[in-house]
């Protein structure tokens, strides 16, 4: 809390500033550090081989209690104290000694898969091939690697680390979200999630909103002149297409992605709807647009004299542009992963950082929690069959979740946050 309150009271720091990182290239000399490093490598296989045990058991968001049950086990082996919250979250929390903030490493265990999807793994050279291998099976064996790793050199931090399987993330960070409402506000939050890359230290903001037009319907022979709820749809997605995005402020893209209605050829559908994403890292501009798309939305329906109605299916809050959150690109948490990234060779493209993210690290940015997301693996073609994964890498994705653990946990030897 304290460290928070100095770190308000300091003036902005430029992009270009990094300076305060609590990284040093000493870290992975001292010898425990580097025996866990060791330890990481040479379990790598048993890594691998758990990863991809978890990747087949179903887990579709909502249906992914056998995946929170096998994380419950292992971190129950490893002496975590371990709870289950009634949305399906399993937390397991690694004591530290007291004096620093706690660290939230949170890997959500849910896929986008229906249930009964093969999820059978194929090894292909350096490639795993099965829906959810990458995203998010991949993060959830980097975590309980480095639990097992900590405990392994029986590493001691200042403040506990809390290792949480996150249910629903793909519902909207549905678990995560409601962690943070029913606990202490931790210090720091790392979401392990998305490929290998530049640390995310942003929160891009999406809206997921159904609009409905209905009517009484008619058959096709009296339907002239009738309202029509087709037709108001169809002039509201052409209108919503008619709003100018600016360019700059952070940008917005949105796609209806959805349109339903009708079941027969001869009337008018009592029905029609279509989904809008809307998706930008400004709050401001994401509000300014969802209303203008309101709108025009109701606009259509009132024309066609039509009962209108809309659903709210997700509102994930946007955490700000580059501009706006140019401090908390300075933060230790941020600048320290960059560093832990650079020193391990990860391919970041050239931007280090990116103020931008959609992962369960949202859910901390826009409540002003100290909150980075970082990558797993390298991989690609996530919600999707052919979902593949570089499992080599994964050792980069564990390695960079235990150097964290140790710098922001505030191990020995391991630098830690100045709180004191
Ligand atoms: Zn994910």
């Known amino acids: 809390m304290r460290l928070l309150a100095v770190l308000a009271l300091l003036p902005s720091l430029a992009v270009a500033q990094p300076t305060r990182t609590i990284w040093s290239a000493d870290v992975p000399k001292q010898q425990q550090v580097a025996r866990m490093l060791t330890w990481l490598e040479q379990n790598f296989p048993r890594q691998v081989e758990e990863w991809i045990r978890i990747a087949e058991i179903q887990g579709k968001s909502e249906h992914e209690q056998e995946r929170g049950q096998y994380v419950r086990g292992v971190m129950e082996q490893e002496g975590l104290a371990v709870t289950v919250d009634s949305i399906g979250n399993v937390i397991g929390v690694r004591k530290g000694r007291g004096g620093g903030p706690s660290v939230v490493f949170a890997a959500h265990i849910d896929i986008v898969h229906p249930l009964g999807t093969d999820l059978r ?94 009517g009484q319907g008619s058959h096709t022979n009296t339907s002239a002149g009738k309202p029509h709820p087709a037709r108001a749809a169809a002039a509201a997605i052409q209108r919503i297409y008619e709003i100018p995005i600016p360019t700059g402020q952070g940008g917005a893209v949105y796609n209806v992605g959805q349109i339903h209605g009708g079941s027969i050829f001869n009337g008018i559908p009592e029905e029609v709807w279509f989904s809008v994403d809307l998706r930008s ?140």
């Open 121 to 214: 793994v194929r090894r292909n050279g350096d490639t795993l091939h099965a829906p959810g291998i990458f995203d998010n099976s991949a993060s959830v064996a980097n975590m309980l690697a480095v639990i097992r790793a900590l405990n392994a050199a029986k590493v001691e931090t200042r403040g506990d680390l809390i290792f949480i399987g996150t249910a629903q993330e793909e519902l909207g960070l549905r678990g995560m979200t409601y962690w943070l409402e029913h606990n202490p506000k931790p210090g720091f939050v790392v979401a392990m999630d998305g490929g290998l890359g530049p640390i995310n230290y942003g929160a891009l903001g999406i809206y997921w909103t159904k609009y409905f037009y209905r």
């Open 281 to 420: 890292v400004n709050p401001t501009l994401l509000d300014s647009l969802d209303g203008e798309i309101d709108k025009r939305a109701r606009q259509a329906a009132a024309d066609q004299k039509l009962t209108f109605a809309k659903e709210v299916v997700n509102h994930e809050r946007a955490g700000g542009t580059e501009e706006m959150l140019r401090e908390r690109r300075a933060h230790p948490l941020v600048q320290t992963a960059i560093d832990i990234q650079a020193w391990l060779g990860v391919q970041t493209g050239g931007r280090d950082a990116l103020a931008t993210g959609s992962t369960d690290s949202n859910a901390a940015v826009i409540r002003g929690i100290p909150s980075i997301a970082i990558g797993r693996s390298y991989g690609g073609d996530q919600h999707t069959l052919r979902e593949w994964a570089h499992w080599p890498s994964a050792l980069l994705g564990a390695k960079l979740t235990l150097l964290l653990a140790l710098t922001m946990g505030g191990a020995a030897g391991a630098g830690g946050v100045p709180v004191q």
